[in-house]
């Protein structure tokens, strides 16, 4: 028997604002999902209520130490009117994954897919309908047990929150300026690069700070022990175009499996071109950009889908991608992927499930 979810609906429901004032992850809607986990019951309780604020003791090890994880995933409403999360059999997956990376106890993949169906259904209204906009959805576990001790927690507290987002391009598309650091690191092999957690997001400030100072959109990651392999974009995964080649570094264990890059190597390699899941170095890149054959260079990511680079500073060398406008492969890319998201395109790989 699949465990049934309790729904308490809100009295009192927030105003929406329009499409066009939305941006990213400032407004929640009026519900959220949440579950506990205790030693000796497992994971309980599976519940719709009201949005507001967890109660937490100052001791929540969460707080403490970061034994956590979160998802990030969208749903999109069609022009036909229906909503459509993107493959979210993927996010349940990757989602126990991380949660075995940080000793947290699985979730029932059928009933984490479900927590998700059922939140959004309870919130349709707030899914936005501009093109362009979508409505994030937010699984996250933390360990809420309140001990200070340095183990692996025994309660926990799984919570699902929506956020109605703004197109990422309002002005369209824009190739950004990217600073490849090679001073600090995000992850190093047998650490938690590949998994969705906190602290990876906390590693990376710093430098993406430094980089914004200096005009940057965001840092080029290169792998944390030669310092010479690329590997993420931000918090996204980066893909390029040399030649014919279509070229993206390894899940070897210090990159994120992204969904978005799933999607876009499956496009490519449908549509007959060479790919490769291979390491780069940041020289290669350079000395094809001299010879002339560094064509496009994107990042991949739920939040953008897929985001040009139209300039690359290493070592005070300036690299300019493609004249700096939007390669055509990157262009497609984002169209092919938005469309389907969007309804607007058949779905022949079944990468959405409506709501
Ligand atoms: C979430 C994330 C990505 C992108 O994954 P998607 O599933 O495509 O959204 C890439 N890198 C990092 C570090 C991430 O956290």
């Known amino acids: 028997m699949s465990d049934p979810i309790r729904i308490t609906r809100t009295t009192t429901r ?5 499409d066009a004032d939305l941006g990213f992850g400032t407004v929640f809607t009026d519900h959220m999902f949440v579950m506990d986990f205790e030693e000796e019951k497992g994971w309980y309780d599976p519940r719709v209520e009201p949005y507001g604020p967890l109660e937490l003791d100052p001791a929540t090890a969460f707080l403490h130490y970061g034994q956590g994880l979160f998802e990030g995933l969208k749903v999109f409403r069609g022009q ?26 699985p979730l029932d993949p059928e009933l984490t897919l479900r927590s998700w169906t ?9 899914v936005p309908s501009a093109l362009g906009t979508s409505l994030y959805v937010r699984p996250t576990i933390i360990a809420s047990e309140p001990f200070l ?17 703004g197109a990422y391009y309002p002005e369209g598309m824009n190739p950004v300026r990217i600073k490849v650091i090679d001073r ?44 010479k392999y690329i590997e993420e974009v931000g918090t996204m995964n980066i893909m390029l175009k040399i030649g014919d080649e279509v070229i993206t570094p390894p899940l070897a264990g210090t990159i994120l499996a992204g969904v978005t890059r799933d999607s876009a190597l499956a496009l490519v390699r449908g549509w007959g071109l060479r790919v490769s899941e291979r390491p780069v170095t940041i ?52 169209d092919t992927i938005v469309a389907i998201q969007y309804g607007a395109a058949p779905d022949t790989a079944g990468w959405t499930l409506e709501v």
């Open 184 to 227: 600090y690191v995000r992850a190093v092999p047998g650490g938690l690069g590949e998994a969705k957690t906190a602290a990876n997001y906390a590693a990376s400030l710093y430098a993406a700070e430094e980089a914004k100072h200096e005009g940057f959109t965001q840092v080029l990651w290169l792998d944390g022990v030669h310092r």
């Open 118 to 126: 059922t939140l959004v259904d309870v919130d349709r209204d707030w």
């Open 14 to 18: 927030k105003a929406r604002p329009k």
């Open 283 to 334: 020289d290669e890149v350079v000395a094809a950009a001299h010879g002339g054959t560094l064509e496009e260079v994107w990042g991949t990511g739920t939040a953008a889908v897929i985001s040009p680079v139209g300039e690359l500073a290493y070592q005070g060398e300036r690299i300019v991608v493609n004249g700096g406008r939007i390669g055509p492969l990157t262009q497609k890319l984002y």
């Open 149 to 165: 001790g340095v183990r692996p927690a025994k309660a926990y507290t799984y919570f699902v929150i929506l956020s109605p987002v």
């Open 80 to 105: 036909d009117g229906r909503l459509r999360l993107f493959r979210p059999q993927k996010h349940v997956e990757r989602l126990n994954r991380t949660a075995e990376r940080m000793c947290i106890p």
